[in-house]
């Protein structure tokens, strides 16, 4: 049965076709995650930093109700000009977008089930969503955790941002039998900063070695993603007190204004930009360039087999 609410484009295709490597990426961080026109301009930056590592780029968002893998320019600009007025689209948003032939930007989980339906095994983001702070009472759990413990797809990230609880983060993870790789590192880094405290599953120092783990859960038919944490460039890596401060003052708002769901992650994104000004944005860039490296020379390496 083919499925005909997926579009994918003829570059993407082909490369799929042809066996060569693709890296998917998602599109909330576009129209959620940073601030128009530098939202624009790193996507596009992204791209062309998979294109320069030897793979082709597959931007992944909801165009008219189709799970497009291989957004064009134009695309990726309306989502970046649109920004939050996009549905921020997760797991449980896609039968109705699909149906009413809305559009949608991709969250870490749907970037995974769209990539994994189009045949990429790769992904490149930023931060993943994880267990909030406070979660015992509110259960906000981001859906990307349970993405990850059925779609089997290697997630290229920067760690997570501590406006979660990193330490649960961590144990759901392990719950659900996803592999957690520091890649050059023991420790899982903080988004913003290389350290966290908390310890790794793995540390993997080199994109052959992480690609044959990921070969190696593939060969016995484990269903279950690969997270890759890479740390961000020393040269980029935040103050910790300054970012920490920021996080704290964002949570406390967070709570005043009652704000909830799926406007939670949003929110604090948006406030810790706005509390840290230009910097915060910067190494968000940098980390994102990073990770879209290594995930352009992971997918190289599986390739290679
Ligand atoms: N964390 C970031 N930047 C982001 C996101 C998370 O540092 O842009 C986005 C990703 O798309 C992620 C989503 O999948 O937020 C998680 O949202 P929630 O916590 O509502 O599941
Ligand atoms: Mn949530």
């Known amino acids: 049965m083919t499925n005909t609410h997926l579009t994918i484009s003829n570059e993407v295709q082909q490369a799929l076709r042809e066996g060569r490597p693709v890296v998917a990426l998602e599109?909330?961080?576009?129209?959620?995650?940073?601030?128009?026109?530098?939202?624009?301009?790193?996507?596009?930056?992204?791209?062309?930093?998979?294109?320069?590592?030897?793979?082709?780029?597959?931007?992944?968002?909801?165009?008219?109700?189709q799970l497009t893998a291989g957004c064009t320019e134009e695309q990726i600009e309306y989502l970046g000009r649109q920004g939050q007025k996009v549905t921020k689209a997760s797991r449980r948003d896609l039968p109705v977008l699909m149906a009413e032939k809305r559009d949608g930007a991709t969250t870490v989980t749907t970037t995974m089930m769209i990539a994994h339906m189009a045949g990429i095994e790769v992904f490149a983001t930023g931060g993943i969503g994880g267990v909030h702070r406070g979660a015992e009472t509110t259960m906000d759990i981001s859906a990307d955790l349970e993405e990850l413990a059925q779609t089997p797809v290697l997630v290229v990230c920067a760690g997570a941002k501590s406006i979660l609880d990193l330490g649960l983060t961590l144990e759901y993870l392990e719950t659900k039998g996803v592999p957690v790789i520091g890649y050059g590192t023991d420790e899982l880094p903080a988004f913003y900063t290389r350290r966290s405290g908390f310890k790794v599953d793995y540390r993997l120092d080199s994109p052959a070695e992480v690609a044959a783990a990921f070969r190696a859960q593939r060969e016995i038919g484990l269903k279950t993603g690969m997270l890759v944490t890479n740390p961000i460039p020393e040269a980029y890596q935040m103050d910790k007190e300054v970012i920490d401060a920021a996080i704290e003052t964002a949570l406390r708002e967070c709570v005043q204004r009652g704000i909830k769901g799926k406007e939670t992650t949003p929110f604090l994104l948006a406030k810790v930009k706005e509390l840290t000004g230009g910097e915060s944005l910067e190494s968000n860039i940098r980390l994102v360039l990073n990770n879209a490296s290594l995930a352009a020379q992971v997918a190289k390496e599986l390739c290679s087999e």
Do not use: K
């Open 27 to 65: 599109s909330t961080i576009i129209s959620h995650g940073m601030p128009y026109p530098q939202n624009v301009e790193t996507a596009l930056r992204v791209e062309q930093t998979i294109r320069d590592n030897g793979a082709v780029p597959a931007t992944i968002a909801i165009i008219g109700g």
